[in-house]
C-alpha cells in the first residue's frame, strides 16, 4: 500500500510499501481461486452427478448459481470495499469463500451442492474487486505497476486453463470434492497475507451506500446473466430467456440513469466516462465471450474427439498458459509504457481470431501437435495482449475512493462477457450439429435407427469449428471496436490532478482525483 507523507511544502508523494511484492502474492492467490473455481467445478460435474444423483438438466445449476451470485452483486461488492475498507472486504470475502467451498465438497444433496455454489459466487463479488483495487493502489511507479499487472493478468487470463488442468488431476487422482476442497488452501494463504501484510484503512468522508443503485444493477445483472445462461439450455425463444434479457437491459438503462442524479452513486459516471477505461471494460467483456469458444469446445473436442482422460486434456492447455504468461508480462511491462493499450489490445485480439480460425482446420483424427499446438500458443499470445493491458488501464487514473468499483466493473464486464460466449457459441455449436446431421441422414447413414458414430464425430466437427468461427468474428469485431475507441499513444495522467488522500470525498460532479498521483493513506 502507499503511505501518505507530508514535505515542507506541503506537497504529498508517495512511498511505496515495502512488503508490496509479497501483497502481489497474496491478491494474485485470491484472484487465481475466483477465476479457476468457473472452470475447475466444471471438470468435476459429471463424477459429482453420478455421487449425488441430479439429473443432466439439473446440472447447469451448479454452474449458474455461481455466476448469478458473482455476476449480481459485483459493483456492491466493489463499493462496500470502497466504503469500509478492503482489508475487511478481502478477509471476508476470502474466508466466506472458503467456507462456502467446503460446505460444497462435503455435499450431500443437489441442494446444498448449489446453495454452496452460490455462497462462493457472492463471497467471491467481494474478495475479486478487492483484489483488484489493493493491487492498484498498492503499485504506484509504473515501472512496477507494469510488472505487477503483468502477473495479475496472466493469473486472470489463463487462470480458466489452469482450473482445466487442475480439475483434471484432482478429480481423476483424489475425488470431485477436492475441486472444492483445494479452495481451502488458497484461501488460507491468502487470508494468511492479509492479515499479515496488509493495513487497515480509514473509512472515507463519504460514507453513505447508493442503496438504490444496489437494487437496481443488482437485479439487472441477476436478470442479464439468468437470461444468457438459460438461452444456452432453452434456447432464445422461451419467455424465460428473452423476459429476462429484456428486464435485464431496462433496468441496466435505469441504473446508467439514476448514476448521473444519485448524490453518491454506486458507479460514479467519471469512472466509466473516461475514454481508455470505458474501451479497457468492452474489451474484457468482448475477450471474455470470445475466449469461451477455446476453452469449452477445444475441451471436448480433445475428450469427445481424440479421446483424451480429463488429465491430459488439461495437460494440453499447458503450452496456451505458458503464452499467457510471456505475452501478459511482455505486453504490462516492456510495451505498455512506450505504445498504450490501443496497438497491444488490438493486436491481441486479432491475435485470438486468427488462431482460433487457424482451429477451424481440425479433423476426426487430428493430431494435437500438428492441428491443436501451434493455435493453443498463439491463442495465448492474443490473451495476454489483450487482458493485462485491459485490466491496468481500467484502473488507471482512478480515484483512490474509486478503485474497488473501477475494480469490480472489470470484473463484472468479463462474467457477462462469460455468460454471452456461454448462451450464444453454445446455441450456435447445438443448432450447427443438428443441421448437419439433418441434412446428412440417409439409410447408408443409420445404425438401428440412430446415426453412425462416424457420422456423429463429423456432426461434431462442424459443431466445433462453426463455433470457433464465430468466436473468430467476434474477437475481430472487438479489435476493431476497441481499436477505434482506445486513445493513441501510451497512458497519461493529467498534471492538474490533485493528490487526495483515499478518505476525502469527492463531491458529485467534480474532476476525480487520478490514482497515480493522489498518495492513499494507510492506518
Not at 318 to 341: C, D, E, H, Q, T
Request: a positive charge.
Amino acid at each position: 500500500m502507499r503511505v501518505f507523507v507530508t514535505g515542507e511544502n506541503g506537497a504529498g508523494s508517495a512511498a511505496p510499501d515495502a512488503r508490496r511484492w509479497l501483497i502481489l502474492g497474496t491478491v494474485g492467490l485470491a484472484q487465481l481461486m475466483v477465476v479457476l473455481d468457473a472452470t475447475i467445478v466444471n471438470i468435476a460435474l459429471p463424477s459429482a452427478q453420478r455421487a449425488l444423483g441430479f439429473s443432466t438438466v439439473e446440472r447447469q445449476w451448479v454452474v449458474t448459481a455461481y455466476a448469478l451470485a458473482f455476476g449480481s452483486l459485483l459493483l456492491f461488492g466493489g463499493r462496500l470495499g470502497d466504503l469500509i475498507g478492503r482489508k475487511i472486504t478481502f478477509l471476508t470475502g476470502a474466508l466466506g469463500f472458503a467456507a462456502a467451498s467446503a460446505v460444497g465438497g462435503a455435499a450431500t444433496s443437489f441442494g446444498m451442492l448449489v446453495a454452496a455454489r452460490a455462497a462462493q459466487g457472492a463471497f467471491g463479488a467481494l474478495l475479486a474487486p478487492a483484489a483488484l483495487s489493493i493491487l492498484s493502489t498498492t503499485f504506484s511507479d509504473p515501472k512496477e505497476r507494469g510488472k505487477a499487472f503483468g502477473v495479475y493478468g496472466a493469473i486472470v487470463g489463463a487462470g480458466g486453463a489452469i482450473g482445466l488442468v487442475l480439475g483434471g488431476l484432482l478429480t481423476e487422482y483424489l475425488s470431485w470434492r477436492w475441486c472444492l476442497y483445494v479452495n481451502l488452501i488458497f484461501a488460507s494463504l491468502a487470508v494468511t497475507g492479509a492479515v499479515t501484510l496488509l493495513r487497515r484503512q480509514a473509512s472515507p468522508g463519504r460514507s453513505r451506500l447508493d442503496l438504490p443503485g444496489v437494487a437496481l444493477v443488482s437485479v439487472s445483472m441477476f436478470c442479464l446473466v439468468y437470461g444468457f445462461s438459460n438461452a444456452a439450455t432453452h434456447g432464445w425463444r422461451t419467455p424465460s430467456t428473452y423476459g429476462f434479457l429484456a428486464a435485464g437491459v431496462a433496468l441496466l438503462a435505469a441504473f446508467a440513469l439514476w448514476q448521473t442524479r444519485a448524490a453518491s452513486p454506486l458507479l460514479p459516471p467519471r469512472v466509466v466516462a473516461d475514454r481508455n477505461r470505458g474501451a479497457a471494460y468492452l474489451a474484457v467483456l468482448i475477450a471474455g465471450a470470445g475466449m469461451f469458444g477455446i476453452f469449452l469446445f477445444l475441451t471436448y473436442y480433445l475428450q469427445q474427439t481424440l479421446r483424451y482422460s480429463p488429465v491430459v486434456s488439461g495437460v494440453a492447455f499447458l503450452p496456451l498458459i505458458a503464452m499467457v504468461v510471456v505475452s501478459a508480462n511482455l505486453s504490462n511491462v516492456v510495451l505498455l509504457p512506450r505504445l498504450g493499450p490501443k496497438p497491444l489490445v488490438t493486436a491481441g485480439m486479432l491475435l485470438a481470431a486468427g488462431s482460433l480460425v487457424w482451429l477451424t482446420r481440425i479433423g476426426v483424427h487430428s493430431g494435437y501437435a500438428s492441428a491443436v499446438l501451434g493455435p493453443l500458443m498463439a491463442t495465448g499470445l492474443g490473451i495476454g495482449f489483450t487482458i493485462a493491458p485491459s485490466m491496468n488501464t481500467g484502473t488507471f487514473g482512478v480515484a483512490p475512493q474509486d478503485a474497488g468499483v473501477a475494480s469490480a466493473t472489470l470484473n463484472t464486464g468479463q462474467q457477462i462477457g462469460g455468460s454471452i460466449g456461454t448462451s450464444l457459441l453454445n446455441t450456435i455449436f447445438a443448432g450447427a450439429v443438428a443441421q448437419y446431421l439433418a441434412s446428412h441422414l440417409s439409410p447408408a447413414t443409420l445404425v438401428h435407427g440412430h446415426p453412425a458414430p462416424s457420422l456423429t464425430g463429423m456432426a461434431l466437427i462442424h459443431g466445433y469449428t462453426t463455433g470457433f468461427w464465430v468466436a473468430a468474428a467476434i474477437f475481430g469485431a472487438g479489435a476493431v471496436i476497441c481499436g477505434t475507441l482506445f486513445r493513441s499513444g501510451p497512458l497519461r495522467v493529467p498534471a492538474s490532478a490533485a493528490a487526495v488522500p483515499a478518505g476525502a470525498a469527492v463531491p458529485a460532479g467534480a474532476a476525480a482525483p487520478q490514482a497515480d498521483e493522489a498518495p492513499v493513506l494507510h492506518i
